[in-house]
């Protein structure tokens, strides 16, 4: 069963400020009546066994979209029994799913809709067929949880912003940090081998200064497609700085990493931007740097970094993998 869904705000009045008068503020003295009456009003709202007043309090304790659509999936449950529930939505150009339970034959599809906005894709299913009567219910618990489920997939667009590089489309040096901590962590803790590679695309001042910076960024989008062409999808790419790429391989040891920069490095080389008398092709020079036991985050990326100097030293368009500092 398919059955689209649409939520709108409702039209409030705004009271038109007068350019003569100042709104002020009422300095009258203490009104016990009306505090008692937000006191109470507080209480019921917070105790309020009804559901929707239930649904929304708790989505608002929250902009977690994952953890909303948790809550979403019980409340609903606790009134309108289902199989499985799964949403679907692409937030700043990522994938995001969520899922609970198996599937039945009998789905009821819906289409999150707020002032003009598409906020995602629910569907719920079961064994047995929805009433009519059930299908309203879900339709005004869905309008309670719109607004918060908005706010959640914003918050997760900002939050995405902030850990993007605007130019390429791929993680900054930011969201890199967080994750080299993270890794850290879970090597430590599992014993799992973790390596960095950082890449320089070779003589790039003189690109811009020859070509200007225009040809400039578009090798770097170029080359931050190739990146990721040319690695696995449980590896990360991060523009690290400048003309300087990171790239983090989970479950692999140097000597696997070096295979992969070298790979990197074909991909890179097959950059060609035509500049109508000439042809503008790149090359990267790799620094590869495995995680060693209880290695903080900045020994590590220091080391990857001292590999990627030799690299360069060495006449670059070339890896170089560093095994300790010292070495």
Not at 73 to 88: K, L, Q, T
């Amino acid at each position: 069963m398919g059955r689209k869904f649409a939520c709108y705000n409702e039209k409030y009045l705004q009271q038109a400020a007068s350019s003569e008068k100042h709104p002020t503020i009422n300095k009258s003295g203490p009104q016990p009546q009306k505090l008692a009456a937000l006191r109470q009003a507080h209480r019921e709202w917070s105790e309020s066994p009804d559901v929707l007043t239930r649904l929304t309090r708790r989505l608002s304790t929250t902009l977690n979209l994952e953890t909303q659509l948790a809550i979403l999936a019980e409340e609903i449950s606790s009134v309108i029994p289902f199989d499985c529930m799964n949403y679907r939505h692409q937030i700043a150009a990522r994938e995001f799913v969520y899922a609970t339970g198996m599937g039945g034959p009998h789905r009821c599809d819906y289409r999150l809709n707020l002032e003009g906005s598409f906020y995602g894709t629910l569907s719920l299913s079961r064994r047995q067929k929805f009433a009519e009567q059930e299908l309203e219910g879900i339709e005004l618990m869905l309008a309670a949880a719109i607004c918060p489920i908005r706010n959640a997939c914003q918050f997760i667009a900002i939050e995405q912003a902030a850990l993007t590089d605007s130019l390429t489309g791929v993680p900054n040096k930011r969201a890199m940090d967080e994750v080299l901590a993270r890794a850290c962590c879970l090597g430590d803790r599992h014993g799992e081998d973790y390596s960095l590679i950082l890449c320089d695309l070779d003589h790039f001042k003189k690109v811009n200064d020859q070509h200007g910076h225009v040809v400039g960024d578009h090798i770097l989008k170029l080359a931050a497609a190739e990146l990721q062409k040319a690695v696995r999808n449980s590896d990360s790419v991060y523009r690290f700085g400048g003309e300087e790429f990171a790239i983090l391989l989970p479950h692999t040891d140097e000597n696997h990493a070096r295979v992969v920069a070298d790979r990197i490095r074909k991909f890179i080389g097959t950059i060609s931007v035509n500049c109508g008398d000439t042809d503008v092709s790149v090359t990267t020079s790799c620094g590869v740097a495995q995680r060693l036991p209880d290695e903080s985050a900045n020994h590590w990326l220091a080391r990857a970094d001292e590999a990627l100097y030799r690299a360069k030293d060495h006449g670059r368009n070339c890896t170089r993998v560093f095994a300790a500092i010292g070495n």
